[in-house]
């Protein structure tokens, strides 16, 4: 994987008349506010400039006007455009429907990214994986093309820093990390307010959900085990669902002693969505005993059978990671 040099970046973006932008799918902050950035930034240096992604908006990143820029489906044809861009996407396949317009694609295709896994597949490529986000390259890329980062343009892409980063608590958050931030501060983007909408606030019924489910809190192995679990009937009584629970599993594994947290979640009767997190055993050894996986310190899997049975099997599991 060879970069493009950034005065290579810079003339495409300036000799572009119509360009369209993508990210992947189920787009996160990084994901939106990276496309965003570059989308506002292109309009206004008097480009036509389209963001288009398989899936809406989530509901916690629609508060920002810009995110009514995402489209499912472009406005005009793919062979009139002369720019196709693609931020925060790893490989091709993650543009979903996307996927075969960019491949197909006649004119120019630049790839902006972050992850390690990128091979590079735009004609014109800036991939950093010591990056933490790709809203951090974005101020580079701008830069470059001495396009202006507007206060606008600046909280879309501070959004972006701040949830990929876990609001800069990831091992990957570097030096330049908080001299983009700083920068983006000093340009008006209001971290403050970012940081409460991003990472604080929450709806009644999930604070409420999350009571319940703190209160079934309980230990095994010694107090290095931590298991909370949520019924259907805590769904129901509070008007939630599971996208409410992110979070409720690194709760418990926050506590001292605890090395291994799982949350279950009753998907129906007797049939739990177990989510593990760790602080250092294999908890995807232990999602792989019961089909599931993921990563080495976040994983998860199905199990069936009562309560008391899967709490019983996946002490065991995790018993023989500890
Ligand atoms: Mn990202």
Redesign the pocket.
């Known amino acids: 994987m060879t970069n493009s040099g950034l005065e290579e970046i810079a003339k495409v973006l300036n000799r572009c008349k119509r360009a369209a932008i993508t990210c992947h799918v189920r787009p996160?902050g990084?994901?939106l506010g990276?496309g965003l950035a570059l989308c506002l930034a292109l309009r206004n240096a008097g480009k036509e400039a389209y963001m288009i992604c398989e899936d809406e908006v989530p509901e916690r990143l629609a508060i920002f006007p810009a995110m009514s820029l995402v489209s499912r489906s472009l406005p005009v044809s793919f062979a009139e455009l002369d720019l196709f861009i693609s931020v925060?996407v790893a490989d091709v396949s993650r543009m979903g429907v996307f996927a075969s317009d960019y491949v197909s694609f006649k004119g120019t295709t630049l790839n902006i990214d972050?992850?390690i896994s990128n091979q590079g597949f735009g004609r014109y490529n800036y991939v950093l994986p010591d990056s933490t986000?790709?809203c951090e390259i974005i101020p580079e890329v701008l830069n470059a093309a001495n396009f202006e980062i507007t206060e606008e343009i600046a909280n879309l892409l501070a959004m972006?820093l701040l949830t990929?980063s876990g609001n800069f608590s990831h091992n990957d958050v570097s030096a330049k990390t908080f001299a983009v931030a700083s920068m983006l501060r000093a340009k008006g983007a209001d971290t403050c307010r970012i940081g409460y909408l991003m990472f604080t606030r929450q709806t009644r019924g999930r604070a409420i959900l999350f009571g319940k489910a703190l209160s079934r809190l309980r230990f095994a192995l010694d107090g290095k085990l931590a298991f909370i679990n949520i019924t259907q009937k805590d769904f129901e009584d509070t008007g939630t669902d599971k996208s409410h629970t992110e979070g409720f599993v690194d709760y418990a594994l926050s506590i001292d002693e605890v090395e291994v947290s799982v949350s279950l979640l009753e998907v129906r009767k007797n049939q739990y969505k177990a989510s593990l997190r760790s602080k250092k055993a294999n908890v995807n050894a232990v999602a792989s005993t019961f089909g599931g996986g993921g990563h080495v310190l976040a994983s998860g899997c199905m199990l069936f059978g009562e309560l008391e049975e899967v709490i019983d099997r996946l002490t065991y599991a995790v018993y023989q990671q500890l």
């Open positions: 996160d990084d994901a990276s925060d972050h992850h986000a790709t972006g990929d």
